[in-house]
């Protein structure tokens, strides 16, 4: 067995990575959705307009998705290099899944991007629009592919252990596993509100700052951000409660530790804990007395919350990190959702584009996606621990026999790359929202840096 420092710290380079990869799929894979969607309506219509909005975001969508199939990558040979232990054992399910990833989405979104970034105004519109239609699905693929991966790992079925490996017994229980259909959907929600918050926090900077020349794009994209936000919201909200709900009966001890509690006779909702582990007690907590009780929907005051003493020591989670994992995920959807409902409101009263306050909120709310996705992936995944496949394979039996001057030194060199590349990415979509869209035409679209990057 590796020691404990060789664990943590492949604990942490894989989370470093994972957070950073995350990043990406959650705005590419809703703004490919966006493109296809708007280049289609420019199709149906010649509203040059929509064009404008197509090429603009193109522009972002390209960087972001090439520096997240890099990420992606670099993720797959960290499961061979750091985790080899966890790839031997578990290669003949997850290698497969991975791989038909490669050959359904990879594939297609390789064989329709360069028509969707180069084909602007040399051929044919309807190719474009089938063009980006394929690059979208290519990306929804790729998330069911991923969830259902993953979600296997936190609720493994349909296989036979032999000699330590994982083998496949019935594959549609695997790729449709029960968690996989909690999970699936509630991803698939959070990536498409992600991507509407983007979209609509850039446009609302466009109003604020009085960009002329980008104010009918930045109306449209508002609209059209908040309309989705205003449907998918409360859909969300009632998908996340139910795989709350279905954690509770598969993964009880990750549910103790997001409520933080350690007994079983709270019926409070905690706002703010200081867990002591060693203990098995919060030094400091503050609460909403019979909360607790009412979301899980018992307005009487009486039901209580699994406190995590009932699990066994050597198998609880941090609960630092599903604390408040959860709460940066929770909290941020219960804004995003006033947000979007004030939203609403104010675009039916006809006062959505002559409220400064409101847009100036919507500029602060731009990354409110990012920060949702980032914290329910942290409770995902510290909650499942100590578990690495869930219940059958613990995180220290899954790494590789390494030193840890080794693992700490490809972590110090991850971190460095990662930092730089999102300041440089982060630098880029500055640069190009405050260039702003090209003028309204139908001509070729002028090449830009995006293009060049992805290709």
Same mark, same amino acid.
């Given at each position: ?86 790839? +031997?054992?578990?290669?003949? !399910? ?26 602007? $105004?040399? !051929? ?21 592919? !991923? ?65 002329? +020349? ?25 998908? $996340? ?48 007395? +019979? ?46 959702? $006033? ?56 995180? /220290? ?10 693992? /700490?030194?490809?972590?110090? $060199? ?11 990415? /982060? ?29």
């Amino acid at each position: 067995m590796a020691s404990s420092t060789v664990v943590e710290l492949s604990r942490w380079q894989f989370a470093i990575t994972a957070i950073f990869h995350m990043t990406f799929p959650a705005l590419t894979v809703g703004l490919s959705v966006l493109l296809a969607v708007v280049y289609t309506v420019y199709v149906r219509t010649g509203n040059p307009l929509y064009l404008q909005i197509f090429r603009f975001w193109k522009k972002i969508f390209a960087v972001g998705f090439g520096l997240g199939v890099v990420a992606g990558t670099v993720m797959t040979f960290e499961f061979g290099l750091n985790w080899g232990v966890y790839a +031997h054992a578990v290669g003949p !399910i997850i290698g497969v899944t991975i791989g038909m990833e490669v050959i359904t989405a990879f594939f297609l979104e390789a064989g329709f991007i360069g028509l969707m970034l180069y084909g602007d $105004g040399r !051929i044919r519109p309807r190719t474009m629009a089938l063009a980006s239609w394929m690059v979208a699905l290519g990306t929804l693929l790729s998330t069911t592919w !991923i969830l259902s991966a993953n979600s296997w790992m936190q609720d493994p079925v349909g296989y036979d252990k032999v000699a330590g490996q994982f083998h496949a017994r019935d594959w549609i229980s695997i790729l449709f596993n029960p968690a996989f259909a909690h999970r699936f959907p509630h991803m698939l929600l959070a990536v498409l509100i992600s991507a509407a918050w983007f979209v609509g926090g850039i446009s609302a900077w466009y109003l604020v700052k009085n960009r002329i +020349h980008a104010q009918p794009m930045a109306r449209r994209c508002l609209s059209i951000a908040l309309g989705v936000l205003g449907v998918l919201m409360p859909v969300q909200l009632y998908v $996340g409660d139910g795989t709350a709900v279905f954690m509770g009966g598969h993964q009880l001890p990750k549910l103790e530790a997001f409520e933080g509690n350690w007994k079983s006779d709270n019926n409070g909702y905690n706002l703010f804990v200081v867990p002591d582990t060693d203990k098995g007690e919060n030094r400091l907590h503050v609460e909403i007395p +019979h909360l607790g009780s009412v979301i899980a929907q018992d307005l009487t005051g009486r039901t209580t919350t699994p406190g995590l003493l009932g699990t066994p020591p050597g198998e609880r989670p941090n609960m630092w990190t599903a604390f408040y994992g959860f709460r940066a995920m929770y909290f941020t959807a219960l804004l995003m959702f $006033g947000t979007a409902f004030a939203g609403m409101v104010l675009r039916m009263r006809r006062r959505l584009f002559d409220s400064p306050r409101f847009l100036r909120w919507m500029v602060w709310m731009t990354p409110a996606g990012i920060i949702a996705i980032t914290g329910g992936w942290i409770v995902a995944e510290t909650g499942r621990q100590p578990w690495v496949v869930y219940g059958q394979l613990r995180t /220290a039996d899954a790494v590789s026999h390494l030193s840890a001057a080794e693992v /700490a030194a490809s972590l110090a $060199g991850f971190v460095l790359l990662y930092v730089t590349l999102l300041a440089i990415w /982060a630098r880029y979509i500055v640069r190009t929202v405050k260039a702003g869209p090209e003028s309204l035409t139908t001509g070729p679209a002028s090449p830009d840096a995006s293009e060049a990057l992805v290709a």
